[in-house]
């Protein structure tokens, strides 16, 4: 089977002539390994993938549109930047005729080939703010796919597409600040209300013209977890929302990952109700609370499970022979269920032995 093949068939329930294996491969570890930092990151994964055995899901390319990128004679946006050591910050402002938004957010170098961004100031400060959103704010713009088209046209059958796109709470939390996010369905039900609908019906909208271009979506769900919000609170405020835009996604492409690379025990019902068609990536302690063996027996049989080898500590300082012995365990686990892709819990970090991503694929090789 091609690499393509064989993760369809997985996502279907079929059966493939091995375990697919795909660890989440960044534009960081691809740069590392070209020794370039300014790498063609698409046709680098696809490299990176092809030398180490890995089944490619290619996810380098956003396609989410830039709420703050375009001027119209009502929503006037301008942009400042300051410098300091290795932080970069942007605080961008939008002058409509109701009054001034704010927005500040820095990028911090952690690496030569990896920056975060963080928010430090929200656009949404009080119910006014977001109702100048409402008004003002342009319908998103028609995005640019050529990345998208360009990444198919390499990929052919060396795996699947799958770029990403924030869940709607997500992307709610990059225009309010979280403490007012997770009290405002409390506090002020009509303003939160208004507010998940409308980031609903706006990713839609960016969504509606790219499915011809790519196979998947990569689903950003990493803030309404099981520690941050737990299970009652996403059944009521947030699941309504992602469910309808899962749904969406998953009736125009061949499906969702659903990635959560936090604590996720207590969610696994509302996981199932939201029925992803894959769910990333079972994060074991320190950095999560989850068990393989508890989520391949609790989710839904029709969920694809990926994960789940601690990228951060275990595959960077683990021995090529623990890498192998645990990558096999992990394999014989899943047999019974089915539905399973080797995977990491995040995406691999700079420093990675690669022989230890040659002992990992070779868990699943003939």
């Known amino acids: 089977m091609t690499s393509r093949e064989r993760i369809v068939a997985v996502l279907q329930g079929d059966q493939v002539d091995r375990t697919p294996i795909a660890p989440f491969v960044y534009g960081n570890v691809v740069r590392e390994w070209k020794k370039d930092s300014e790498a063609d990151v698409i046709g680098g994964t696809i490299d990176f993938c092809k030398h180490f055995s890995f089944d490619c899901i290619l996810r380098n390319f956003s396609i989410r549109n830039d709420d703050f990128a375009m001027s119209t004679d009502n929503w006037s946006v301008s942009k400042k930047e300051k410098f300091s050591g290795n932080i970069r910050t942007i605080i961008t ?12 957010g820095t990028f911090t170098q952690l690496s030569e080939n990896q920056n975060v961004f963080a ?17 003002y704010m342009p319908q998103p713009s028609q995005p640019d796919l050529t990345e998208a088209r360009r990444a198919r046209n390499i990929l052919r059958e060396d795996g699947i597409t799958a770029p ?34 409308y980031a609903e019906n706006r990713l839609k909208l960016a969504l509606a013209p790219v499915f011809a271009d790519v196979d998947m979506i990569s689903y950003v769900g990493n803030i309404a977890t099981g520690s ?38 207590n969610m696994i019902d509302c996981y199932n109700k939201l029925a992803p068609i ?46 192998y012995s645990k990558a096999r365990q992990l394999v014989e686990m899943s047999q019974k269920r089915g539905h399973f892709i080797l995977g990491t819990t995040d995406l691999l970090e700079e420093g990675t032995p690669h022989k230890n991503l040659h002992a990992l694929a070779q868990a699943v090789l003939p």
């Open 228 to 265: 941050m919000v737990g299970p009652k609170f996403f059944d009521v405020y947030v699941l309504p929302y992602e469910k309808s835009l899962v749904d969406f996604i998953q009736a125009n492409c061949k499906g969702v990952i659903y990635h959560n690379c936090g604590d996720a025990a």
């Open 93 to 104: 402002k939008v002058q409509t005729p109701g009054g001034i938004l704010t927005q500040t």
């Open 119 to 135: 928010l430090t100031e929200h656009m949404i400060k009080e119910p006014n703010d977001f109702a100048l959103i409402e008004l």
């Open 278 to 323: 894959c769910y990333e990536s079972m994060t074991e302690p320190p950095f999560g609370d989850n068990s393989l063996e508890e989520c391949m027996r609790r989710f839904s049989p029709d969920i694809t499970l990926m994960g789940n080898i601690d990228q951060v500590d275990f595959l960077r300082n683990a021995t090529p022979e623990e890498v």
């Open 164 to 197: 990403w796109i924030p869940s709607v709470f997500n992307y709610l939390s990059s225009w309010r600040a979280l403490d007012d996010l997770v009290t405002d369905p409390i506090t002020n039900p009509e303003l939160y209300g208004r507010m998940a609908r």
